[in-house]
């Protein structure tokens, strides 16, 4: 029986190099495209549950300043750093930290999606993901939605036309028919020698080709492995030299030493790809630390300064790094062929807790942003008066995160949502 492509991945990745394994030869067949055929669609997901009450502060509710006495924002306090007010509308207001996406939101070019969620929430970092990753309230079991849409819509494809920037494959891309690559970063993403032998490395490579160009029987498993280990050689090379083409009038912020701006490198990874790769279309990456559940605001030495913290530095890398991200597609004459689309697992609960942080909630808020969106509050508030919260004190959700998947899958990338998503949801209105 033949071995294909997804049976080789399966049983052969514990023996080579994930790195080697993935790549193909992309670039020679990727196929040409207009700038305005093109439907680019960037993910952020911020992992840990990020509090959505802090990033869009409804000031204007007093039941939110009863609920958090010490981590609420008065309308007062809801200045960037260079005191511009980062207010909204009569309601709504964004975090200080996040100056760029008001600048962005005050442009049109933000959608905020409020009261996301789902029927009967789960807490658990693990499982919420999970059904988030794979739009099944069924404990989040099958394929990933990304990688349903990829079995739809991406099979024959070049394998870059979905990449995912970092570690292990997010359960989003999980998929039947397509294998989709992950790069950590571009120096690592070739063949890999020994360090202590650099000077060996030619000879390595001369061994690796003569073996793997060996003939075997047709259709057979080594054949298959042999194949692929020269494609991926190839491709790994091609990758490296459409990422060195890439130039950029735009710097990316570096952060604070010694976390940095993890964001930021890993969206510029994502402008390599784009502006490199033609097919190079759907982009994934993550962002994490926002569970955080003490020291949401502040610091040991100053504890109630709400403009410091580990949700201000975070919000602050989003902010930057999302920025910089629109302004290089738009140096590069791409913004309007880019959606980026922020999630997280979930929010946090209204009440602060004692140790000026917040515990696992429900409800959040999406972020859609690019020049194709459609700017503004989409959505309502949920409830912080006590009568509205659920039984375990927690806000209820009045819009169906599978809803926003399905404005963008049907509006944006062109695909059949309710395939995708098994069922058929409302369009939320922030695209055409």
Known sequence: MPTTRRQFIKRGAGMVSLSLVMPKIWLSSARAQAPSDRKILVVIQLSGGNDGLNTLVPYADSNYFTLRPDLSFRDTELKDDQGRPTLIDNQFGLHPSMGEIKGLYDTGKVAIVNGVGYPSPNLSHFLSKDIWSTANLNGGAGNGWLGKYADQSLVGKSDLSAVNIGGALPKAFFADKVVVPSISNFANYTFQTDPRNQGD??????AFNATNHRTFPEDSFLSTLAGTGVDALAGAQEVADAVARYTSTVTYPSGTPPRGNQLATALKMAAQLITTVQDANLLYVEFGGFDTHSLQIGSTQDPENKLIGDHAA???????????????????????????????????????????GSDHGTSSQMFIIGDPVHGGVYGQQPSLSQSGLDGAGNMVFNVDFRAVYATILDKWLGADSQAVLGSRFENVGFLG
């Open 201 to 206: 490395r030619f000879n390595q490579l001369n």
């Open 314 to 356: 975070l919000l602050s890398d989003f902010s930057e790094a999302v920025k910089a991200f629109y302004d290089d597609m738009a140096a590069h004459g791409l913004a309007e062929n880019v959606v980026l689309m922020e999630w997280s697992e979930f929010g946090r609960r209204p009440q602060q807790n004692a140790s000026f």
